[in-house]
Nanobody
Framework: QVQLVESGGGLVQPGGSLRLSCAAS????????MGWYRQAPEKERELVAE???????NYGDSVKDRFTISRDIAKNTVYLQMNSLEPEETAVYYC???????????????WGQGTQVTVSS
């Protein structure tokens, strides 16, 4: 009964910026982590950034100086601010949230539908 809706992707020129959003709704009693992954054509899906329940952040080495992950706990929403974008950032970006739908259920990962980010002149 949980749904993750992503938004904010699109076409941007090299050096530009985008802000991605992912909002979770449904039966949620607790969120344990939120993160962003991306998958470029003919490449494996890779971690971009994540934030844990205590606010600790982790970034992939290739993006840590340019991307920032943040969250709005009250809105069950995670954001990814992407600056100084380069063509190699072109990929489908997926959000992932680990949560519980009930105190009687285990922690499970949920994935968004993906949003396309294209960096090109």
């Amino acid at each position: 009964q949980v749904q993750l809706v992503e938004s904010g992707g699109g076409l941007v020129q090299p050096g530009g910026s985008l802000r991605l959003s992912c909002a979770a709704s449904g039966s949620i009693v607790s969120i344990y982590s939120m993160g962003w992954y991306r998958q470029a054509p003919e490449k494996e899906r890779e971690l971009v950034a994540e934030i844990t329940s205590d606010g600790t952040t982790n970034y992939g080495d290739s993006v840590k100086d340019r991307f920032t992950i943040s969250r709005d706990i009250a809105k069950n929403t995670v954001y990814l601010q992407m600056n100084s974008l380069e063509p190699e950032e072109t990929a489908v970006y997926y959000c992932k949230i680990k949560l519980r739908t009930s105190w009687f259920q285990p922690i499970r990962p949920y994935w968004g539908q993906g949003t396309q980010v294209t960096v090109s002149s």
